[in-house]
Nanobody, 114 residues
Framework: QVQLVESGGGLVQPGGSLRLSCAASANIFSTYMMGWYRQAPGKERELVARITSDGTTWYRNSVSGRFTISRDNTKNTVYLQMNSLKPEDTAVYYC????????WGQGTQVTVSS
């Protein structure tokens, strides 16, 4: 089973930026479509952005133009650059394959608040 380790979250003011990282253990990471998901308190987990093995990206409307997903297949790592953060972006952020593995990482908390 692949292990996923997310990092880079924190507390940021509205309008600020964060860069999340997700390191995967699999040496076949480069073949996966990868995604960033988030789960806010009391809400279901939702897909925020995804990136194919060849770099094609998709974004949820609410983050389009503010977030950028990227990957480095040599490091088995996927990134999420988050700019112009809003309070409604507050959530625990996870990465996973699409479709997702059964096992999830611990996630990284992002809190946007003044």
């Amino acid at each position: 089973q692949v292990q996923l380790v997310e990092s880079g979250g924190g507390l940021v003011q509205p309008g600020g930026s964060l860069r999340l990282s997700c390191a995967a253990s699999a040496n076949i990471f480069s073949t996966y479509m990868m995604g960033w998901y988030r789960q806010a308190p009391g809400k279901e987990r939702e897909l925020v952005a995804r990136i194919t093995s060849d770099g094609t990206t998709w974004y949820r409307n609410s983050v389009s133009g503010r977030f950028t997903i990227s990957r480095d297949n040599t490091k088995n790592t996927v990134y999420l650059q988050m700019n112009s953060l809003k309070p409604e972006d507050t959530a625990v952020y996870y990465c996973n394959r699409l479709p997702p593995f059964t096992s999830w990482g611990q996630g990284t908390q992002v809190t946007v608040s003044s």
